[in-house]
């Protein structure tokens, strides 16, 4: 085991919170106040069609959850002692930065979408 271990499990267990949140979302219809999901300035009750945003919020955090949590399965095999191709590293951390910033525009102009933020911006 070594010390990227640790940091495996940091990833593991976001991929599994994001899950848990998509979960919950879809159970509740709510959604909590996670700077990652929604920033802290903004809230649900304000939304335009909180159950619109939802739902479409929810298949990219899904998305980005599994990509998270195949990326801390293959770091933990590889720590453990697994042999993988030598671009299976590079390829794990590229997949998920990339799944990391189509996340982050899309969840910008879901909010830019669904709340009056342009209107704020301009005063």
Request: proline share 3%; hydrophobic share 50%; charged share 20%.
């Amino acid at each position: 085991m070594t010390f990227w271990f640790f940091y495996d499990l940091i990833f593991l267990a976001a991929g599994c919170y994001g899950l848990y949140l998509c979960a919950k979302s879809k159970a509740t219809g709510e959604l909590e106040s996670v700077k990652v999901i929604l920033p802290k300035k903004l809230r649900l009750s304000e939304c335009k069609d909180p159950d619109a945003f939802l739902a479409k919020l929810r298949p990219n955090l899904a998305t980005v959850s599994v990509i998270v949590l195949a990326y801390a399965a293959i770091s933990m095999a590889e720590d453990m002692g697994a042999e993988f191709p030598s671009w299976t590293g590079i390829a794990s951390m590229i997949l998920i930065i990339a799944a990391a910033v189509v996340y982050i525009v899309l969840q910008s102009r879901l909010v830019n979408q669904f709340w009056d933020i342009e209107d704020e911006r301009k005063r």
